[in-house]
Structures are given as C-alpha cells and as structure tokens.
C-alpha cells in the first residue's frame, strides 16, 4: 500500500501556483508580459535571479523577448535544441504564437504554454476573462488541458508537463484570467516528490535524442511538396490518439499520490441525471454546485466538466453522461458571430450524432461569462430551468439582459446558495490605501494558521488614481468553490467614506450584517452623515455599525497614513471568523512574523495599532426610524447628454451589469468628452493661486497631468458677472490690453499631485516658500471653487494675439484631454494635453495599448474631449504591436479622401467663387490662422455646394469637404510599443515617408502592466524581469530615427526644458516626413512621490542622462545644422538623479557590489551618448555640402 | 621601521586607514586598500535615519502602488524583501569580514537615542572589530543649550557601551565649547576613541535659483589645522585613542597629524579622488619622510609635537591668534 504524502497547504493564486509547477519542470522560459499571465513570468523571472533550483538541481534560464511572437520563436528554438521549455500568456499574446504553436505541434515537441484565459479585443479591448483567446488554438495541433480552480490550475499544471513528455504533443494548459489566476485560495502544495512521481521514466532522454545537433544532424523545417505533404502530416494521428488515454493514467497515478481524482470528462451530480450542462472552465464548480442545491431539492441535474478539450476524447465524453440523460445545454464562454454555435457545443453535437444516443437527447448551446461578466448560481440555475421547459432555447445567451436579439434567459437576481458556514465579508478601499495587501494577509493569517478554508478575490476599478478597489472574501470549514463575486455578505467594510455618498455599498449586505466604517467622525455623528438611503438600508437589514477614524489612529501610532493594519484588527475583532482574542493573537502573530526583522520596535509599533485600533473602535447606534434629510447626489449632473445620464451614469454607479444589449453602440463607437462628468474628488488638497504673485507664465497650467488647473485671459467688461471669489487679474500684454487673467483649479478633478505648486517659479520676495500657487485643504474651499470654474468655463476663448507658440501661447489654448484617470502626478498626459492644446481640432490619435490606451480610453469616461465647436481628437486603439501601422493607415486613408476632395474642388472651381477656392487652395495650413481661414471657406464651400446638386461631383465634395483642412495624424505609445513589440512597424513607418507623428511616452517600462523591463529601461535600474539591475544600456531610438536622415527626431523632458517641448511638438508637425518625439515620463514605477517629478526630469537633463536634442531635416534648406542639442554640458554626475529613485536604489540594497558596478557602467555610457550627441550636433554646424534629400513635401497615394 | 599603532586597543600595522565613505561598498576597494596597506577598514555610515526611513520610502512608493489596478498589482519585482534597512549592512560587514584580514570598524550614524543604536549590538555580532559613533547633530532650536547636547552624546556613548563589548570611538563635531572637558567625559563612560572630526555640511544659497543647497565638498589640507589642534591639545590629557579625520591628502599631512599626537590618521578625500591605490603612495612617502628624518617607529613621532611637547605651546593656544592677526597687519 502506497502511503499518501501529507499536502502542505498555503494560500496562493493560481498564477503563482502554475508558476511554482512550471519553473521546477523546466530549464528554460520565453516570456512576454500580457494581463492577466504577467506573474507567472514575473515569478519565475525572479525565482532565477534568486538562482532558486528546477527539479534537475539546475537555475532555469527566462529570456523576455520583445513579443509574444518572439517568445513564441524563441520557445520554438529552444525545443528544437532540447532543451525543456515553458511559457505564459494569454488573450493577444496567445493569437502571435499561433503560427509557432503550428510548428511545434507538427514537429511533436513536448512543451507546456500556460494560458490565463482572457478576451480578444473585438470592438474594445477587455483584459478580462473569457475563452476566446484558447478557442483560437484549438486547431494547432496543441492539446488543451482546463482548470476550474486554483487548485487545479496547480494540479493540471504538472500534469500538462508530464503529459506533454509521455506523448510529445504540446500542451496549452489553461485556466480563467482573474477569475483563476488572480483568485488566492488555501490549496494542497505538490512537493518535488510529487512532481518526481509523475515524470515519465527516459522521456527526457528521448527528447533530448531528438534535439538539432551537428554531432547527429538531421533538418527540420522542410518544404514539402504535393506528393508527400499530406501523407507525412497524417504520420502524427497515433500521438494525437494516445493523448487522452495518457492524460486519464497520469490523472490515476496523481489520485493515489494525492488523492484528489479527476477525469478527462468529469460527471458531478445525479446519477439518473435528465439534465446535464457541459461546460469549461471556473464556471464548471458554479454549475456544480448549482446542481447539488437543484438535486437536493429533488432535480435530477448534473454537470459534465470537460478537461481534456483537445484532443477531444468523444466516447469518453459520452461515457462520462448519464444514461439518463435527456437534455444537454453546452455553455461556452466564447463568441462565434455567424457559426452555428459555439465551439464547445459543436463538438458535443458531433460527439452525439455519431453516438447511439443521437436523436435521444436534446442538444442546445449558450454563451456565459464573455469578458469577465459574473456567472453567479442564479444564471446557471437559469439554464437548468430553461432545458425543463418544453423547448428550451436552441442558443441562448446567460447573464445579460439581450432585448435586442432576445436571446438571453432570464435569471432570478436574488438567488444565492451560500450556506451560513462560510463567512463573507467585502471590502471597499481606495487604491493605494493598502486594504487589499491586507486582505491578502488575513487570507494568509487564517488559511495559513488555521483549519479554515479561505478564498479572496479582488476587483480593481478602471481609474488609475483615486480607484476603487472591492475585496471579497470567504472564510469557511469546507472547501470554498464559489468562483463568483460575494452576493449576501456577513460584513461590510467601507475603508474611504466618500463610497458612501457615491454608490450603493450596501447592496450586497445581508440582513443582520456588521457595517464597518472608517470615517473622522466621532461615533455619536457618524449616523448623521450617511445619506438617507444608506440609513433605510441600515434600518431594513437591522445592521449592526461600527465605526473607527483610522488615519488619526495610524497618525497617533506612528503608521503615518497607512490605516491597513488598523481595519485588519477591526475586521478580526467583528468578523466572528475567528474568537477575537484568537483573532488579535493571530493578527500579532503576523506582525511579528513580517516586522521580526526590522526590530522590536517596528513590532511594537504595529502591536500599539491593534490595541489602538481595537479602542478606538466604536457601535454606532442605529435609531428606529431614518433622520437623514439629505440623499446621495446625483451620480451624474442633470446638464449631462442623454447618453451620459442613461448609459454612463449607471457604469459609473457600479450598475452597468444592468444595462441590456440595446443600450450600447453595437460597433465599439462611443460619445467623447465623458470624463467631465465623473465628478472624482479625490484631492485632499487643491492648488489655490494668489494673482499678486503670480507672473502669469502658465506654467503650472503646462504641467498639470489632468488639465486640473487652467488659465483664462478674457475681458475686462466680463469680470462684472463672476462669481464672488473668483479671482483675475490684469493681464500683462500689450497684445490684449482691457483682459484680465485667470488661473483656476477644477476642485473635483483635480487629483492634488502638486506638480502645479511644484513648478510655479514665482515666489514671494520676503517669504521664499509662499509661492503664487500653494496647496490648500480642499473642504472649505470645495463649494466656492466649484462655482468658480463653472464660470471659468463659461469665458470666451483667448484671444488670438496671445496664442503664440510659446509655452504660455499654447496653455492659453483649451486643452483637448482632461479629468483622466491617469496616476496622480503621471508625467505623460502634460504631453498628450499639449498635443491637444496645439492641434486637438484637427487631431486624429492612433494609440498603442498600454497606460495611455487605458487611461484615455478605458470606460465608464474617457478624457479626450471637444471644444466650443465640437471639434476634438479622435482616438483609437486597434492592438499593442501594430500601432504605428494602424496610424499610417489612417494617414493613408486620411489623404485618400483629402485627395479626392482636392480634385473635386479642382474639378468644380468653375463654378465656384474663386474667393472661396482660392481661399481654400491658398491658406498655409501650417498655422492656427491658416487653418482657420481655410474652414472658414469649407463652411461657405459646404453653403454653396448643396445649390450644384445636380453635379454628381458637388454631392461628394459635400461629403469630403472637411478634408480640404488638414487633419494632424499622431502614432501614440510607450516604450513597450515603440521600443519592443511595435519596433519594427515603427522602423517601417519612419521609412515610408509619410507625414505621421509619432510620440513616445517614454517611461522605461511597461508601466501599464506593472513594470516589466523593455528596451528602454536604463542600465542599472532594477525592473520585472531585471530584477538583478538591466546590464544594457536603454536603446537610442532617437539616434537610430535621425539615421535615416528624412525623420525629424526630438528627445523632450518637459520638466526640464518645457520651450524645447513646445518648439519640438511644433516643429515635428510642420515637418512634412515622418517625426518622432520621445518624451521623458515620469511614472511610479520609478520609486518615488512623483510630486519631484519635474525635478527629476530636470535632473535627467542637468546629468546628461537625457540629452534633449532635435533633429529637423527642414533646417538644411535654411542652411542652418538639422541636429541640435538643446541640452548644456552634465552638471553633476549620474548619480545625483539615480539616488533619487528606487528603481536604482534598490539594488544598492540587494546588490551592493552589482549596483556599484552598473552605476560605473552606467555613467560610462552617459558620457557616450552625451559625446555623441554633442558629435552629432558639432558635425551638423560644421559647413557641410548637401543634407540629405527630404521626401517630396507632400506624399499622396497613388491615384 | 616600525610603523605599527595601536588604535582602540587594535594593533594596527600602521597608522593608515581609509576614513567612512562609499569606498567601502565595494569588496574591490576593500581588496585593493588592503593591497595599498591600509591598517584597517572603517566602512561607510549606516544612518538612523537608513534604518528608520527606509522603510517609510519603500512603503510610500513601492508597497503603496501594490494591488492598485488589475493589470498591475505591483510595479517592483515581487518576492524581493525590499525593507533590508540594515541588514545589507550587515551582510556587507559580513562579507568585508570575509574578504579581507584587516580589522574592520563599523559606522553607525544617529543624533538621538533610538532603536538604531541596537544595530551596534548586531555589527558586533556581524563581527566588527569596533564601532565608530558618528552623532553629527547641528543644534538649531533655541531652547537647546550646549549642555543638552553634551549629554546627548553622552548618553549615546553610554547605550552603546553598554550594548558592546568591542571598542567605540566617537567621531565628534568640531563646535564643541570644551572639547577637552567632553572627550574627557567621554572617557570615563568608557569611549575607546575619538576621531577628529566630523565634517559639517554647510548650506548654501543658490541666488539664481533662491534655493538652499546642501553642500559637502571634499576635503582640503586646509581642514588639517582645525584637528592638529585639537590634537595636540587631547593627546596629553586623554588617554584614549586619537583618530585624525578630515584633510589628510598626502604623507605630509599624515606626518602633521601624527606629530600633533593622533594615533591613527583616516585618509577619503584623496582615496575618492585618486583611487584606493593612492594610499600605498601616502605610505610610501611617509616612509621617506621618517627615514629622512631619521625617524624608526610612529609611536617616536606620536605627540612630539603636542602641547605639552611642542617647543612652543602658545602655537596651540591664544598666542597663536595674536600671532595670526599680527601677520595679516604685517
């Protein structure tokens, strides 16, 4: 008899999970970061820079490639050379290996790719979980290994490794994006033993026989012809015919070893069942427990969990069904527009028809769950219902409410089967307040040190500053399977009270729950200053209250602002998960767990919190009857559009799964100008301005991230109807004399980042601190500003005399993009408003995935907006590797109808006033006033054009007219995009010629996905995936532009030189090739409050790290040097902007001795590239024959 | 020639040895000053405020932006302890030790008691030879008399003392009243050394910029002459070791420093500027100074020109001012 092995048990996600099965079974990783796989490559990433062991006593080497694709010919190459490979993806990045996925399958290379489940964008993007992106590879050759939950994401892992050994063919192993990947369960750890157990005896061995070796040669990658391909391809069916087989007796030996069983098509439920779903992925344990409520009440339901979906094993499916059975329903969580139904449903549907039972039973199919939309018991019940009825729907979609095409069942909303054994409790936390890290820890504390069974699932909002962020976590004696959101929660907790009075964070509370509130009120005041909704609610579910002011407690116990160990305690102390003394005990036991280190007295200091805590803590007393005389405001004003109040205000009150079909644009096409309405109030503290001292430079208006704060120059005879406490100024110019001028902060939108006061240069003569800007509480002025900039934005525009070209000009101009989510203080949106203030109303943005994609269009808002006619930047994202391709094709189309409007008016000027055509054909397009004029004789062109009617011509010309004004076309991305995936399409656009600007938002990682190193990250500085430091230097795109010669190239850092920013953003426009602005970017990924964010752009330059340089081809015709470098000599060595940032530091901590010798290496290489840009710039002023030829001035399509 | 010293109660080849600076975060300096001759290694500071505030910077810009947004849950790689506080420091003492059979004294910088003078207890048993005190504190409020700050030193000295068994030396400001009367307080609670002096950052005042910027320039033979003073007035009324810090840039100055009556002589500025090499160079030619001057051993020279020594000790006390004023009359 074997003895079982007793299972560790710890809290994990599954990412981390999978990551610990793979990084022991392989020697090799290629890896490329994409939501939500990123950790998995994070962790093994960091596991070998710890030089941690694989199975084999051996450091696995990961190499991040610069895309999937790469990764996927790097894996390709490696298995050919035999060595054991493995890696992470999911959604896009699955889709760029496909055509590797081919090749490894068809040469029968064992090989493991972890997928976390994720949509393809389609009419938007989702990094959210649905199956698309594996149903795209179920014809590679791959087979497809699924796991409903963490634990067996864990298990199926090894098995994939140990399958894909025994049978060669490779193995996708899959499991739901968040859903799975993100979920943190208590699960049973496999030991190396465990694994040991599993590997095939002498299948490594054989396939290290087959690697490409000169010592035994042989040639892979052949080109077949008509006579034998088909033949040689049908030579690999008996690996494909051994797989399930393989799979079903590694799944037996894991059951003896661990004794958890599973099987390749798993039957849960009645064994006289009459109906049964078949479905993939977590919302399998949702059907399933679904069914066992329906059985116990007397159904006869079960549920079919397919694992083995390719190759698909059909007998064993069947075998696996009840013979009872009458009805099926096929959930898929994919889409097929057009096919007759979804694949999972296909495949059932053969599966029967060839069987005997064909004709016996009723077959329907429906999609669940696409992007990540809740698939709760109530909808699976649905679908239980739905097969009992006479004719259940033939497809069908679960979930949503589809009034469009009908297709959707109807679900009860209020089903729930949570039994009183687990508790529930939710958590409402604003980003960065720590609440999640501390749910993370409590699921450790009691998964980890008791016998409880823990599950914490956490959803994070869209916004980047000022987020939301909800935990949801259970805590019970039985496994916990409910892979759904908490519906009936024992305790509510709200960490950020303003939640209160914007959304219902009630709604999910059950009768008798404990509400939590962290709120710097006394306790006798607190129940006066909930809204009265939020009273009834307390009322109706007689909820118990409490309430604690946790930022004077974490004040008053030296724990500055971090309040995360505080609500902990309260949630211990009230939650009843654990007794509370156990429960301090607990929590004390985990302070000194984490803090031991750092001394007895960081412990001490974190002991005094929870005894604080734990005092401080009061019952707030609940009268009978609600006294509130005030109610939650409106989510949006009543001023909004139609759109805004039917569709946007309910995403923004957390209701947008209510919203049915017909609600949306059915393209992906939406509204602009939406953030304006989300009112966020996140700032503590807002700018306010004194116009005594203020020297009316605009600069605070250049740096604000949000467009939060903005001057006014308008006339005198307007201040008579401003409000009280607005507050102007003369304007100082000659140019407008009778104007007065404004600075004026947006209070709500504002996100308190300081950038504004950080930058103002005008100080008071006797009090060098006071400044003309300095930040105040926001409370007492929140009222009276709000006023103000309403009618702030009632001002007519300024006026045209001032709007020069100058860092003042342009911030008198209206910015085009505002009120972003974008991180407080984020250093790239100043570019993208400038880009906006100079050509927002004739903009067209092409923008790569990553922050500037999400934070300028992720919904509920998006920032890009319009000005008093209604013009503004349209946006769009197609995907992350073809972005400079996408924007190119856009200019390509663009002039398409430009020249064809062209050639029309040509064609028509006959008939025309030639004052119009003139007009038209003359105005230089290259200024404001150019551009003016010309839409001034399109608007009198379009009047006149109506009464040619009858000439075909004039009708099109109608339609085209607009485009007789020039439209900006501007490629936007980060350093991930433009340095890495998207190099060689940007590479190709520069050299085509085209008029297209191109503007990195250089911020030296893939910021959006947390930080993972690119080919722009600087040497020295510690980032994912160069957890060790980068030992490269960061790659000179700008050099490498300026090559090819026609490219006009700038290298900005605003805060370092905000003229030569404008100058660049205005020249690289009226270049007539390709530009190509790389702009430095501050970002948090760089570790450090990025209210010094300006002055370490500063420090970039002054150090010589960030040379500012142009390249303007255009200067040769004027005879003057085409490079310039707009930056002096280093001031001061590398170091004093590297010790600024954590980034560098760090490593200093971890790795003294490598940091040192980086830092070496590093100053080496910025004396290089300062000397060969002072080279370059020496050469350009050196009297020269002939520059390069610039491409024709305007390129037009072939006709 | 004998050129050993004792230093802290450590018997040191020679009264050479390079001064707290960042040299020593690199094991290859280490290697090389050794080479160089160094009699011994003072490692670089460890501050209170690296121990206290580390963890509120790692705290405020890496932990803060965990589990912020779903596809970034964090932005610095995972599973890294990035709260080292001092234990890099310890590991770096640790691995010095490894690297090198020179004694090795340990910097631990603070201005009031607190939980990092518990890092003294650690450096002893990360194998410090002994520890130098740094308790550089500029008095700024006014209700702070020099007495408080006096004891404040004290009281340091003694927490330590009383948590180590290896040697201290204090590394003192320059602005004491009564230096004399407080090296000698700082005796009797059981201060091994003291090492002369402190260098003070001094403001200063950007009027471009209307910005106040901490400066600390190298050092220049110029500083020399603060600490010969001091020296010579010390090394006939204090038992305990005397360490010269601050403008030693070549054998002439370590000769002063010597005859002025310091034990042992630190040397950074020279060492950053010209590499760990040079101080095989400054030994060399204090070789040649002694044997030009026929001198065979350091302790020969030590204090001959001190005080009590000194041909002429109004050099050391008031005399010399007069002096002074009479030659800038002249």
Same mark, same amino acid.
């Given at each position: ?922 105005? !230089?397009?290259?200024?404001? $006033?150019?551009? =003016?004029?010309?839409? &001034? *004789? @399109? ?5 006149? %054009?109506? /009464? ?84 490269? !230097?960061?790659?000179?795109? $700008?050099?490498? =532009?300026?090559?090819? &010669? *026609? @490219? ?5 850092? %605003?805060? /370092? ?92 901590? =971890? ?13 080496? /290489? ?34 | ?330």
């Amino acid at each position: 008899m074997i003895s079982r092995p007793v299972p560790q048990t710890a809290t994990l996600d599954a990412n981390e999970a999978v990551a610990t099965v793979a990084y022991r079974l392989s020697e090799l990783f290629a890896i490329y970061p994409i939501t939500p796989s990123s950790p998995m490559g994070e962790w093994v990433d960091e596991w070998s820079a710890q030089g941690r062991k694989n199975l084999w006593n051996h450091v696995p080497e990961v190499i991040e490639m610069q895309s999937e694709g790469g990764a996927a010919g790097a894996l390709h190459g490696a298995l050919n050379a035999g060595a054991l490979a493995s890696s992470f993806t999911a959604s896009q990045g699955l889709l760029l290996m496909i055509p590797n996925l081919y090749k490894i399958a068809g040469e029968l290379h064992p090989f493991v790719l972890h997928v976390t489940a994720r949509s393809l964008a389609t009419h938007a993007l989702s990094i959210f979980c649905d199956h698309g992106d594996v149903m795209a590879c179920r014809q590679t050759g791959s087979a497809m290994l699924c796991a409903n939950s963490v634990q067996e994401a864990l298990d199926f892992s090894a098995i994939a490794h140990a399958a894909t050994l025994r049978t060669r063919v490779p193995f996708i192993h899959f499991f739901d994006g968040f859903r799975t990947s993100h979920e943190v369960q208590k699960i049973n750890l496999l030991s190396d033993d465990d694994l040991r157990a599993l590997l095939p005896q002498g299948a490594i061995e054989a396939f290290r026989q087959k690697a490409l070796t000169p010592d035994r040669p042989s040639i892979r990658g052949t080109a077949q012809n008509p006579d034998v391909f088909f033949q040689a391809r049908e030579g690999a069916n008996k690996f494909y015919d051994a797989v399930p087989g393989v799979v079903q007796e590694l799944f037996d030996s894991f059951a003896v070893r661990t004794g958890r069983a599973y099987k390749l098509y798993d039957y849960e439920g009645a064994p006289d069942a009459d109906r049964v779903v078949v479905v993939m992925g977590s919302g399998a344990e949702t059907v399933a427990e679904t069914s066992a409520w329906l059985n116990a009440k007397g159904e006869k339901t079960g549920v079919l969990k397919v694992r083995l979906y390719r190759p698909l094993d059909a007998n064993a499916l069947l075998a696996a069904l009840p013979k009872t059975v009458r009805k099926i329903s096929v959930l898929d969580r994919t889409k097929e527009p057009g096919a007759i139904g979804e694949p999972l449903f296909l495949d059932v549907a053969a599966a029967l028809y060839e069987s005997d039972r064909v004709g016996k039973v009723e077959l329907v199919g429906g999609r669940y769950g696409l992007g990540s939309k809740e698939f709760t018991p109530a909808m699976a019940k649905a679908v239980y219902d739905d097969l009992a009825t006479a004719s259940p729907k033939k497809r069908f979609t679960v979930g949503i409410n589809d009034d469009v095409t009908k297709l959707s069942l109807p679900y009860d909303e209020k089903f729930d089967l949570e039994t009183d054994d687990t508790r529930r409790a939710m958590f409402f936390g604003l980003g960065a307040d720590g609440t999640v890290g501390a749910n993370k820890n409590s699921i450790k504390i009691i998964g980890e040190g008791t016998d409880l069974n823990a599950q914490g699932f956490f959803v994070y909002d869209s916004k980047k500053s000022g987020a939301m962020t909800i935990s949801h976590l259970r805590f019970g004696p039985k496994p916990i399977r409910a892979p759904y959101l908490i519906a009936n929660a024992d305790f509510v907790a709200v960490h950020h009270f303003p939640f209160v009075e914007r959304m219902e964070v009630l709604a999910q509370a059950r009768p008798g729950a404990t509400l939590l509130l962290n709120v710097a009120t006394p306790a006798d005041k607190v129940w006066d200053r909930l809204p009265s909704e939020v009273q009834a609610r307390i009322i109706d579910l007689k909820l118990k209250v409490y309430s604690i002011d946790a930022y004077t407690v974490a004040r008053a116990a030296g724990m500055g602002g971090q309040i995360n160990t505080i609500m902990q305690t309260c949630f211990f102390a009230l939650s009843g998960v654990l007794k509370r003394d156990e429960a301090i005990a607990a929590i004390k036991y985990a302070i000194k767990k984490t803090y031991g280190k750092k001394g007895d007295a960081v412990v001490a200091k974190n002991n005094a919190a929870v005894d604080a805590a734990l005092a401080a803590m009061h019952e707030v007393a609940v009268p009978a009857a609600v006294t509130a005389r005030f109610s939650r405001p409106p989510v949006v004003a009543k001023s909004a559009p139609e759109f805004v109040q039917r569709v946007t205000s309910m995403m923004l009150a957390n209701r947008g799964d209510e919203l049915p079909v017909s609600a949306f644009p059915v393209d992906g096409t939406w509204p602009t100008a939406t953030t304006k309405w989300e009112k966020r109030n996140i700032a503590l503290e807002i700018p306010t301005w004194d116009p005594a001292l203020c020297i009316q430079c605009n600069k605070c208006v250049m740096v604000c991230p949000h467009a939060a704060i903005r001057c006014a120059a308008f006339p005198d005879a307007d201040k008579a109807s401003a409000p009280e406490t607005f507050k102007s100024t003369k304007l100082k110019s000659a140019a407008a004399p009778n104007y007065q001028y404004s600075i004026q902060v947006a209070p709500e939108d504002c996100t308190g980042c300081t950038l504004c006061h950080k930058v103002c240069p005008a100080k008071d003569k006797t009090d060098l601190k006071r400044k003309a800007l300095m930040m105040a509480p926001i409370e007492p002025l929140l009222a009276k500003e709000r006023e103000n900039f309403d009618f702030f934005l009632q001002l007519p525009p300024a006026p045209a005399a001032l709007l020069e070209d100058t860092v003042k000009g342009t911030q008198f101009r209206e910015p085009l993009i505002e009120f972003s989510g974008a991180c407080t203080g984020c250093g790239e949106t100043p570019y993208l408003k400038l880009l906006t203030q100079l050509y927002g109303d004739r903009l067209l943005v092409a923008n790569a995935t990553g922050c500037s994609s999400i934070y300028g269009g992720n919904l509920p808002t998006t920032p890009y907006t319009t000005n008093r006619d209604g013009r503004g930047p349209a946006w769009s994202n197609s995907l992350f590797e073809d972005n400079a391709e996408y924007g190119l094709g856009i200019r390509a189309g663009v002039d398409q109808l430009a020249v064809q409007s062209q050639q029309l008016l040509k064609e028509l000027a006959p008939q025309l006033p030639a004052e119009i055509v003139n007009g038209i054909t003359a105005a !230089d397009q290259l200024t404001d $006033a150019g551009i =003016a004029t010309a839409r &001034g *004789h @399109v608007a009198a062109l379009k009047k006149l %054009l109506p /009464a040619l009617a009858s000439d075909e011509r004039a009708k099109r010309l109608l339609e085209l007219a607009d485009y007789l004004v020039k439209k900006s076309v501007w490629i936007i991305g980060g350093d991930g995009w433009a340095y890495d995936i998207g190099f060689g399409g940007l590479d190709h656009v520069l050299a085509s010629g085209r008029k297209v600007n191109i503007l990195v938002l250089d911020t030296e990682v893939y910021s959006n996905t947390g930080g993972q190193r690119s080919k722009s990250t600087p040497l020295g500085a510690v980032a994912k995936f160069s957890a060790a430091g980068k030992d490269t !230097d960061k790659k000179d795109l $700008a050099q490498m =532009a300026a090559h090819y &010669g *026609h @490219v006009y190239v700038a290298r900005v850092a %605003l805060g /370092a030189k905000d003229s030569q920013t404008v100058q660049a953003f205005i020249e690289a426009e009226k270049h007539p090739g390709p530009s190509l602005i790389i702009a430095y970017s501050h970002c948090i990924a760089h570790g450090y409050g990025l209210s010094a964010g300006l002055d370490q752009q500063k420090l970039a330059v002054d150090t010589g790290y960030w040379p500012l340089f142009r390249h303007d081809p255009e200067r040769a015709a004027k005879n003057l040097p085409v490079d310039i470098m707009d930056s002096g000599a280093p001031k001061q060595p590398l170091s004093a902007y590297t010790k600024n940032e954590l980034r560098y530091q760090v490593l200093f901590k =971890a790795n003294p001795e490598r940091a040192a010798n980086l830092a070496d290496q590093a100053q080496k /290489a910025v004396d290089k590239r300062v000397a060969s840009y002072q080279q370059l710039a020496a050469n350009a002023a050196a009297p020269k024959p002939a520059a390069p030829a610039a491409p024709a001035t305007e390129v037009k399509p072939n006709n | 020639m004998n050129l050993t010293t004792k230093y802290l109660g450590l018997e040191l080849k020679s009264p050479l040895m390079p001064g707290a600076s960042p040299l020593a975060m690199r094991l290859d300096n280490i290697r090389k000053l050794e080479d160089a001759g160094a009699s011994a290694i003072v490692m670089h500071s460890l501050f209170a405020e690296q121990i206290e505030g580390n963890a509120v910077a790692v705290s405020r810009h890496i932990e803060r932006w965990q589990d912020n947004f779903a596809e970034a849950t964090s932005f610095f790689p995972q599973g890294q302890d990035y709260l080292l506080g001092p234990d890099e420091y310890l590991d770096r003492l640790t691995a010095i030790k490894a690297a090198t059979n020179l004694p090795v004294i340990a910097s631990l910088n603070g201005t009031h008691l607190g939980s990092w003078t518990d890092y003294a207890r650690l450096m002893e048993k990360a194998g410090a030879d002994a520890i130098e005190l740094n308790t550089y504190f500029f008095a700024t409020r006014r209700d702070e008399s020099s007495a408080e700050i006096e004891d404040r030193v004290l009281e340091i000295a003694r927490t330590v003392r009383a948590s180590v068994q290896i040697p201290i030396a204090m590394k003192l400001s320059p602005f004491f009243t009564s230096p004399v009367h407080l090296v000698a307080e700082l005796e009797t609670v059981g201060v091994n050394g003291v090492v002369l002096f402190n260098r003070i950052f001094q403001p200063e005042i950007d009027i471009e910029t209307f910005d106040v910027v901490p400066r600390l320039g190298l050092s220049s033979p110029e500083d020399l002459r603060l600490r010969l003073r001091a020296l010579a007035l010390l090394r006939d009324q204090v038992k305990l070791s005397l360490a010269c810090s601050g403008g030693v840039h070549s054998a002439a100055e370590v000769v002063k420093a010597l005859l002025a009556g310091a034990d042992a002589v630190q040397v950074v500025a020279a060492l950053l500027r010209d590499g760990p090499d040079t101080l095989g160079n400054i030994l060399t030619e204090l070789k040649l100074w002694m044997d030009k001057f026929e001198y065979t051993s350091v302790s020969e020279m030590r204090g001959a020109l001190s005080l009590r020594n000194c041909p002429d000790p109004e050099a050391y006390e008031r005399g010399n001012y007069l002096r002074s004023l009479q030659l800038w009359r002249e």
